[in-house]
């Protein structure tokens, strides 16, 4: 007979430690965590902007609608639950918190220097002497400022978009060249734009935001207006401020890990790293640890570390968080997006002496496992969790019963869970991935399919695999990055 329980749906943490399971919800109801909306108190993001003068224009349009309620559209809401009308940014509404485009840190980009950017027939010296551009007008934004802003919003002209787009792609994403991980793939200067444009804010220590002229119009694809909005304000409160939401059931001295691995391209070759995010659970600090280089010889084979590297990885995580907490933790999880080695785990042991609790998970997201439920048209309820002894499947999307329905289209796909050690329990574990599914403040929805830990540790690795990351140091919050 087939092992099967139910998962409680995880709750966050809002305003006056107000708890509610919808991100969207909590904020409305709530305000944003750490904010005593109760007794009035309000934020308000100090804000600069690179453009041209037609894309700032733009930018100036697109906050101004922010500032107003944006309703769902249409008529059938109550056949999408999970949809709900944006408030409007305002420190005197619901979200307590408004922007401020401060004009003192704009740094226009003139007609002239656009079009000397774009004036190369190749699209991808195109995208290059623009990247440049941008480090330039970095460079002049912050030599030019008494004091820094929060975050710096980066609105990409319609022309740009146009001449550097991919047009092998329907989106409007200026991609330079695709990253194959491939022995014999060539250098390249820029792979990704907005990856490129994260490393050139980051080495200012500034946060960015890049913004597309369809995300401006509202015209991103078939998202709502309001979705827009509420993952854009959401993204800009963490980046600028603090942290939207937090998680109400984990432990404080619980170390949530995240390790993945990404190729860096250089003019002599490549070499493989471990990217590394880990999350701090009760106060929900998100922070970076970049690995050590290492050659990646047998490409049949996934990239592992030896037990030195692992070693040496953990070693930083757990120095980070006695210098953060002033404490051991007490409970370390590690969630891989690999499997882990017999070296591996040798290590992870290694530099977590003296940590009472491990946990060592190795996620799969592609599993061709399905399960449905008999006589009912709705796939399997999300937290339902299958197995008696590891791998166990897991279930972090489907029907979700405070929302009435299942978000997604098709039959959901469970995550695998293959626990190579496990000091506490199977629910433990399975509790601590339907938490970190809830976690990401790119997006309001109710939750996300990977949790946090597997899923940053991948896009933090797209943008340090970048050529302009490669020799420097990386900062380690991860507002730099999202």
Same mark, same amino acid.
């Given at each position: 007979?087939?092992?099967?329980?139910?998962?409680?749906?995880?709750?966050?943490? $809002?305003?006056?430690?107000?708890?509610?399971?919808?991100?969207?919800?909590?904020?409305? &109801?709530?305000?944003?965590?750490?904010?005593?909306?109760?007794?009035?108190?309000?934020?308000?993001?100090?804000? #600069?902007?690179?453009?041209?003068?037609?894309? *700032?224009?733009?930018?100036?349009?697109?906050?101004?609608?922010?500032?107003?309620?944006?309703?769902?559209?249409?008529?059938? !809401?109550?056949?999408?639950?999970?949809?709900?009308?944006?408030? #409007?940014? &305002? %420190?005197?509404?619901?979200?307590?918190? +408004?922007?401020?485009?401060?004009?003192?840190?704009?740094?226009?980009?003139?007609?002239?220097?656009?079009?000397?950017?774009?004036?190369?027939?190749?699209?991808?010296?195109?995208?290059?002497?623009?990247?440049? *551009?941008?480090?330039?007008?970095?460079?002049?934004?912050?030599?030019?400022?008494?004091?820094?802003?929060?975050?710096? $919003?980066?609105?990409?002209?319609?022309?740009?978009?146009?001449?550097?787009?991919?047009?092998?792609?329907? %989106?409007?994403?200026?991609?330079?060249?695709?990253?194959?991980?491939?022995?014999?793939?060539?250098?390249?200067?820029?792979?990704?734009?907005?990856?490129?444009?994260?490393? @050139?804010?980051?080495?200012?220590?500034?946060?960015? =935001?890049?913004?597309?002229?369809?995300?401006?119009?509202?015209?991103?694809?078939?998202?709502?207006?309001?979705?827009?909005?509420?993952?854009?304000?959401?993204?800009?409160?963490?980046?600028?401020?603090?942290?939207?939401?937090?998680?109400?059931?984990?432990?404080?001295?619980?170390?949530? @890990?995240?390790?993945?691995?990404?190729?860096?391209?250089?003019?002599?070759?490549?070499?493989?790293?471990?990217?590394?995010?880990?999350?701090?659970?009760?106060?929900?600090?998100?922070?970076?640890?970049?690995?050590?280089?290492?050659?990646?010889? +047998?490409? &049949?084979?996934?990239?592992?570390?030896?037990?030195?590297?692992?070693?040496?990885? *953990?070693?930083?995580?757990?120095?980070?968080?006695?210098? =953060?907490?002033?404490?051991?933790?007490?409970?370390?999880?590690?969630?891989?997006?690999?499997?882990?080695?017999?070296?591996?785990?040798?290590?992870?042991?290694?530099?977590?002496?003296?940590?009472?609790?491990?946990? $060592?998970?190795?996620?799969?997201?592609?599993?061709?496992?399905?399960? $449905?439920?008999?006589?009912? +048209?709705?796939?399997?309820?999300?937290?339902?969790?299958?197995?008696?002894?590891?791998?166990?499947?897991?279930?972090? /999307?489907?029907? @979700?019963?405070?929302?009435?329905?299942?978000?997604?289209?098709?039959?959901?796909?469970?995550?695998?869970?293959? /626990?190579?050690?496990?000091?506490? &329990?199977?629910? !433990?574990?399975?509790?601590?991935?339907?938490?970190?599914?809830?976690? +990401?403040?790119?997006? %309001?929805?109710?939750? =996300?399919?990977?949790? @946090?830990? %597997?899923?940053?540790?991948?896009?933090?690795?797209?943008?340090?695999?970048?050529?302009?990351?490669?020799?420097?140091?990386?900062?380690?919050?991860?507002?730099?990055?999202?």
């Amino acid at each position: 007979m087939t092992w099967i329980q139910l998962l409680e749906e995880p709750r966050l943490l $809002f305003g006056n430690n107000r708890q509610c399971a919808d991100p969207k919800v909590g904020l409305t &109801s709530h305000g944003p965590a750490l904010l005593d909306v109760a007794a009035g108190e309000t934020q308000t993001i100090r804000a #600069g902007a690179i453009g041209t003068y037609g894309a *700032l224009s733009h930018l100036r349009e697109f906050l101004t609608k922010l500032s107003y309620a944006i309703p769902v559209r249409g008529s059938n !809401q109550s056949a999408q639950a999970w949809k709900m009308d944006f408030p #409007g940014l &305002s %420190t005197n509404g619901p979200l307590a918190f +408004d922007v401020f485009l401060d004009e003192s840190v704009v740094e226009p980009i003139s007609e002239a220097e656009e079009q000397e950017s774009l004036k190369d027939p190749d699209r991808k010296a195109k995208i290059e002497s623009s990247v440049k *551009l941008y480090e330039q007008k970095f460079q002049d934004l912050v030599t030019s400022s008494a004091s820094l802003p929060g975050v710096i $919003f980066l609105p990409l002209s319609k022309q740009l978009v146009k001449m550097c787009r991919d047009p092998t792609l329907k %989106t409007d994403r200026i991609i330079f060249e695709r990253r194959t991980m491939e022995k014999n793939q060539t250098y390249a200067p820029v792979f990704n734009f907005h990856h490129a444009l994260k490393v @050139v804010s980051y080495k200012h220590l500034l946060a960015c =935001q890049v913004l597309l002229p369809s995300t401006m119009s509202f015209a991103r694809g078939n998202q709502e207006p309001a979705t827009v909005a509420w993952n854009f304000a959401t993204a800009l409160y963490y980046k600028g401020t603090g942290i939207p939401w937090k998680l109400a059931e984990l432990e404080e001295t619980t170390c949530l @890990v995240g390790i993945s691995f990404y190729e860096e391209m250089g003019e002599e070759g490549s070499r493989m790293r471990a990217s590394m995010a880990h999350v701090y659970v009760r106060s929900s600090d998100s922070q970076i640890i970049r690995g050590k280089p290492f050659v990646w010889e +047998d490409r &049949s084979r996934e990239p592992t570390l030896t037990g030195t590297q692992a070693r040496e990885l *953990l070693h930083d995580v757990v120095d980070l968080f006695q210098r =953060q907490k002033r404490e051991l933790p007490v409970r370390i999880v590690i969630h891989k997006t690999s499997a882990f080695t017999d070296d591996e785990i040798s290590g992870f042991n290694e530099a977590s002496k003296g940590v009472e609790l491990l946990d $060592f998970v190795h996620i799969r997201a592609r599993d061709n496992s399905r399960f $449905f439920h008999s006589g009912n +048209d709705y796939p399997p309820v999300r937290g339902t969790m299958i197995g008696e002894k590891s791998p166990y499947i897991l279930y972090t /999307v489907g029907y @979700v019963p405070c929302l009435g329905t299942y978000q997604g289209m098709g039959s959901p796909a469970p995550l695998v869970l293959d /626990v190579v050690r496990n000091d506490t &329990s199977p629910r !433990q574990i399975g509790d601590d991935v339907m938490s970190l599914t809830k976690m +990401d403040w790119n997006s %309001t929805d109710f939750c =996300q399919s990977q949790p @946090v830990t %597997t899923s940053v540790s991948r896009k933090v690795g797209q943008i340090l695999a970048e050529m302009r990351a490669r020799n420097t140091e990386p900062p380690q919050p991860y507002r730099y990055f999202m």
